[in-house]
Each structure stands twice: as C-alpha cells, then as structure tokens.
Nanobody
Framework: QVQLVESGGGLAQAGGSLRLSCAAS????????MGWYRQAPGNQREVVAI???????DYADSVKGRFTISRDNAKNTVYLQMSGLKPEDTAVYYC???????????????WGQGTQVTVSS
C-alpha cells in the first residue's frame, strides 16, 4: 500500500508565497518521476511541474520563473515552492508519483488527496 500525503496549501495574497510538500510512504521499492498538478473549478487537471529521479525539471509555461519543484529522495518527498502567486493559481493541487512497489514490477501512478491553494487579489 502506497500513500501520498500533501501539506502546505492555504490562503495567500497575490504576490505572496506558499510551499507545498508531498511525502510518499508505504511499500516503496523505487520512485521515478514526481510532479504537481492542479485543477481549478470547471477546468481539467493540468500539469504544473515535474521532476525526474535525475532531478531534471519541467514546468508549465504559466508558472515558469515563479514556481520551483524539488525533491528529497531520502525522505521520498517532493516540494513545490510557489512565489509571485496570482489569483489564477487558485486551484486544488495534487501530488503525483511514479512508484514501483517491487523490483519486478513496472512503475504505477499514484496521487495525493489534493490540497487547496487560494490566492486573493
């Protein structure tokens, strides 16, 4: 059983900062890429940022230069540092990780429960 638990969401003013964390726990053999996605009301879930297990990163154009994704492999944790927040960043943010629970298995996709980020103008 694998769990992804997010924390760090909340309310921020425009221009402010928040830091999201997501810790993976359970029966984990290895973790591949990890990432953050978000979903605003009435919209589809979209990718925000991804980091590979080689620390290669990629960002949505809308957050480049404002958000930074990082990971701590020793803690099975991925972070999203959000700065220069805008009201359009308001959404539920979901953590994603590609995880193998056994060496013989392929990677499977796991999701956190989501954390609300609200940015006021």
């Amino acid at each position: 059983q694998v769990q992804l638990v997010e924390s760090g969401g909340g309310l921020a003013q425009a221009g402010g900062s928040l830091r999201l964390s997501c810790a993976a726990s359970g029966s984990i053999f290895s973790i591949g890429a990890m990432g953050w996605y978000r979903q605003a009301p009435g919209n589809q879930r979209e990718v925000v940022a991804i980091i590979t297990n080689a620390d290669s990163t990629d960002y949505a154009d809308s957050v480049k230069g404002r958000f930074t994704i990082s990971r701590d492999n020793a803690k099975n944790t991925v972070y999203l540092q959000m700065s220069g927040l805008k009201p359009e960043d308001t959404a539920v943010y979901y953590c994603n990780a590609r995880i193998r629970t056994k060496w013989i298995e392929n990677y499977n996709n796991y999701w956190g429960q989501g954390t609300q980020v609200t940015v006021s103008s």
